[in-house]
C-alpha cells in the first residue's frame, strides 16, 4: 500500500552496463517485487552519469583542498592517500571549477525533467558486492569500475538498502534516488522493500 502508484524509474543505460550478473539480477527481482506491491516499473534513460561523476570529483577535490589548504603545511599529519587527492585538488584551474558548477546546474535540469515520468529510480548501488575495506575500483568481469556511482553531487536524496548476496556471502546493495527534498518518498519504497523480502534481515555468512 505504501508504493501503490507510485512511478518507479529502472534505467537502461549506464546503471546496468559493467555490472555483475548477480548485482544486476538481485536489482531486476527487487524491481518485480515493487512491481508486485503496486508500483509502476517505467523503464528510463538517465543523463550522463559518467560525466556527472567528473564534474563531482572537480568540485569536492576543489573545495576540498581550499578548505584543508592552511593545514597543508603540516603534510605529516595527512595520510599519503589524502595528500594525494588533495595536491590533484590544488592543480585544478578556477576556470575548471566554475565550469563544473554550470555542468553540475545543466545535470540537475536534466534530471527535473526525468522527473516528470517517474518518483523514483531503482539502480545497483555498487556495480558488484560490498568491496573490501579500502578497495576503491571493482572488478565487474569487464574491466576495473568505481567503486561509488555518486549522484549527491546534483543534491538529489539517494538512500541504499540490501538486496541479496552473491555467491561468496557478500551483500549487494539497491540504490533508490528521489527527487530533491523528497525524502519521503525513498524512505516509503526502501520500506516497503524491507517488509515485503528478507534481505534486510538476513546477515552475510562466514566470509
Request: net charge neutral; hydrophobic share 45%.
Amino acid at each position: 500500500v505504501l508504493i501503490r502508484g507510485l512511478r518507479i524509474g529502472v534505467p537502461e543505460n549506464f546503471y546496468f552496463h559493467r555490472v555483475d550478473p548477480a548485482t544486476a539480477q538481485a536489482v531486476r527481482q527487487t524491481a518485480q517485487t515493487a512491481e508486485a506491491l503496486g508500483g509502476h516499473i517505467i523503464p528510463v534513460r538517465v543523463p550522463d552519469i559518467p560525466a556527472i561523476n567528473t564534474i563531482g570529483r572537480i568540485i569536492l577535490l576543489s573545495e576540498a583542498s581550499a578548505l584543508m589548504e592552511r593545514h597543508l603545511a603540516h603534510r605529516e599529519n595527512f595520510g599519503a592517500d589524502v595528500l594525494a587527492l588533495l595536491d590533484q585538488g590544488r592543480l585544478l584551474s578556477a576556470t575548471d571549477y566554475v565550469n563544473a558548477q554550470r555542468l553540475r546546474r545543466l545535470a540537475q535540469q536534466e534530471f527535473q525533467a526525468l522527473w516528470r515520468h517517474v518518483d523514483c529510480l531503482l539502480t545497483p548501488t555498487t556495480p558488484t558486492a560490498a568491496p573490501k575495506i579500502g578497495q576503491t575500483t571493482v572488478d565487474t568481469g569487464e574491466g576495473a569500475e568505481d567503486v561509488l556511482r555518486a549522484i549527491n553531487v546534483l543534491g538529489l536524496p539517494a538512500l541504499s538498502i540490501p538486496c541479496g548476496f552473491n555467491e561468496g556471502g557478500l551483500p549487494l546493495g539497491l540504490q533508490i534516488i528521489g527527487p530533491a527534498f523528497q525524502e519521503t518518498v525513498i524512505l516509503r519504497v526502501g520500506a516497503a522493500i524491507e517488509d515485503a523480502t528478507d534481505s534486510g534481515r538476513r546477515r552475510p555468512g562466514n566470509l
